[in-house]
T-cell receptor, first 112, second 113 residues
Framework: EAGVTQFPSHSVIEKGQTVTLRCDPI?????LYWYRRVMGKEIKFLLH????????ESGMPNNRFLAERTGGTYSTLKVQPAELEDSGVYFC??????????FGPGTRLTVL | KQEVTQIPAALSVPEGENLVLNCSFT??????LQWFRQDPGKGLTSLLL?????REQTSGRLNASLDKSSGRSTLYIAASQPGDSATYLC????????????FGQGTTLQVKP
């Protein structure tokens, strides 16, 4: 069974540009989460989808971040416009129950 | 607001040693606590999950304990091996109504052959 996959693995963009990160959860997992780790800090929660509905988006830093999960399958996280402080590793995770989360390898975003 | 702290930030031990990683949390009202392992360039892998009603969980050479009253959890690794080298993270979950995890910064472990 395929695990959680994320694309791209790395992205380097300039300040002000737009970047879209994609996450494909494990098939059948209703719960999908986005987390990120910025340099020197702990991994922080961004938001939680149940199917295609946003269950909790309390961790989204500002309105430059937009997450979608159309059809309740894959999810995208768009950053527009990107700022220097957005650099970090963005992780996606999925779960069937809420205890056992399966994490993807992450997307390393560098904003220059 | 829950804060999770892990000490030490980094640890280097010779192969074969038993070791303890520490995790403390400020809000004892947790639903469960998990320990994860992260290898460089990889995602997080769940190692052990302790529900708030439990005191410890064991898997192979790993044992995790939970003391809610003192706001502490430990991960004990017995007979460490070079393959145990990784970053270990603990994360708390506040309630069954949320999937949100609060992570510590992690302890990076190096086990030298």
């Amino acid at each position: 069974e395929a695990g959680v996959t994320q694309f791209p693995s790395h992205s380097v963009i300039e300040k002000g540009q737009t970047v879209t990160l994609r996450c494909d959860p494990i098939s059948g997992h209703d719960n999908l989460y986005w987390y990120r780790r910025v340099m020197g800090k702990e991994i922080k929660f961004l938001l939680h989808f149940v199917k295609e509905s946003k269950q909790d988006e309390s961790g989204m830093p500002n309105n430059r971040f937009l997450a979608e999960r159309t059809g309740g399958t894959y999810s995208t996280l768009k950053v527009q416009p990107a700022e220097l402080e957005d650099s970090g590793v963005y992780f996606c995770a999925s779960s069937q129950d809420r205890d056992t989360l399966f994490f993807g390898p992450g997307t390393r975003l560098t904003v220059l | 607001k829950q804060e999770v702290t892990q000490i030490p930030a980094a640890l280097s031990v010779p192969e074969g040693e038993n070791l303890v990683l520490n995790c403390s949390f400020t809000d004892s009202a947790i639903y469960n606590l998990q320990w994860f392992r992260q290898d460089p360039g990889k995602g997080l892998t769940s190692l052990l999950l302790i529900q708030s009603s439990q005191r410890e969980q064991t898997s192979g050479r790993l044992n995790a304990s939970l003391d809610k009253s003192s706001g502490r959890s430990t991960l004990y690794i017995a007979a460490s091996q070079p393959g145990d080298s990784a970053t270990y993270l603990c994360a708390s979950r506040r309630s069954s109504n949320t999937g949100k995890l609060i992570f510590g910064q992690g302890t990076t472990l190096q086990v030298k052959p």
